[in-house]
């Protein structure tokens, strides 16, 4: 599926450090992948897993957010929404490390509101923040190869407040009240660089976080994804995995996924269909509702090189 892809949302959405993949597929493993398509929920239960699907090493690979102790004050005020996103930049294509690292150092500025930093992504030892000077402007140090850096923010804005990331290598502007509508969007610097992210405003009725991860053809028409469950504000709650295609019984474009808990609970099922970079789907829990998730996918640095990452948001049924 290398000019298309599931991922759920979205995230999705989600990033992550590129690892070595095997790239011929066992006649076996497609003719799985094929099967499973046509079966109610790709095949998938709600029974218990192991831990990480019995496959730690894999997503390790999909590097965890680190919490941070930012007291900036996030007050809901009277005309102010709340929101969380996440951003994340870098080398978002798997299998191709750059030729030398992209400097990503920068800011991220709200023009009204306020604004805090709740988890950062990978930042290596010499990289991090900057001290704070105000509530609407957080400062980094960024610095790249094969991998990606990546903040989760809380925000409180009025209607119509935009969210600006300006580095070197691009500037961003992302109005929330678009980003909590469309979910998720990105910007490239080129096919292989640039910067992702997703967003949802705060709804207090509804339990909602995002994903990200990484996906992998095993044919042109067939492939596998994995990724971590993030809650709002970054931290890991889970994984999933799933498989994504052609199906005769539900159409082309088609993806199926399973996400448990850290410990191997199974906490749902995800489906629904991919094209054009884009992810939209139902969010199932483990007590029957039924959710959404919306996400966005990122080919590889070389283009029909089947493998990439993805980011979205995720929803569960509200009260």
């Known amino acids: 599926m290398s000019h298309r892809l599931p991922a759920l949302s979205a995230a999705l959405l989600l990033l992550a450090a590129a690892c070595s993949v095997e790239t011929t597929p066992e006649d076996d493993d497609v003719t799985a992948i094929q099967d499973a398509l046509e079966l109610d929920d790709g095949g998938m239960t709600m029974d218990a897993e192991a831990p990480a699907f019995g496959d730690e090493e894999q997503f390790t690979a999909i590097d965890d957010f680190a919490e941070v102790a930012d007291a900036t004050p996030v007050e809901v005020a009277a005309g102010l929404d709340r929101y969380r996103v996440v951003l994340i930049w870098g080398s978002l294509a798997r299998g191709e490390t750059p030729a030398s ?11 009204q509101g306020a604004m805090r930093v709740t988890r950062t992504l990978v930042f290596d030892s010499q990289d991090g923040l900057l001290p704070r000077e105000d509530a609407q402007t957080v400062s980094f140090v960024s610095h790249t190869l094969p991998h990606v850096d990546g903040l989760a923010l809380d ?47 705060v709804d207090d009725t509804c339990n909602s976080g995002f994903a990200l991860g990484h996906w992998q053809d095993v044919t042109p028409e067939l492939g596998r994804f994995r990724g971590r469950v993030l809650d709002a504000s970054g931290a890991t709650e889970g994984h999933v995995r799933g498989i994504y295609g052609d199906s005769q019984r539900f159409g082309d474009d088609v993806f199926f996924g399973k996400y448990i808990a850290l410990d191997g609970e199974a906490r749902g099922l995800l489906g629904g269909t991919y094209g054009a970079g884009d992810v939209v789907g139902r969010w199932g829990t483990n007590n029957g509702g039924k959710g959404a998730l919306k996400g966005h996918y990122f080919s590889g640095a070389v283009d029909g090189d089947g493998q990439g990452f993805w980011l979205g948001r995720w929803r569960a049924t509200c009260e």
Do not use: C
């Open 101 to 111: 690292p992209t400097d990503w150092s920068g800011d991220l500025s709200l023009d």
């Open 155 to 201: 925000l409180v804005a009025p209607p119509g407040a935009s969210l600006s990331f300006t580095t070197a290598p691009l500037t961003a502007t992302i109005r929330l009240a678009d980003l909590a509508a469309a979910g998720r969007g990105n910007k490239m610097v080129d096919q292989g660089v640039g910067v992702m992210f997703a967003g949802f405003q």
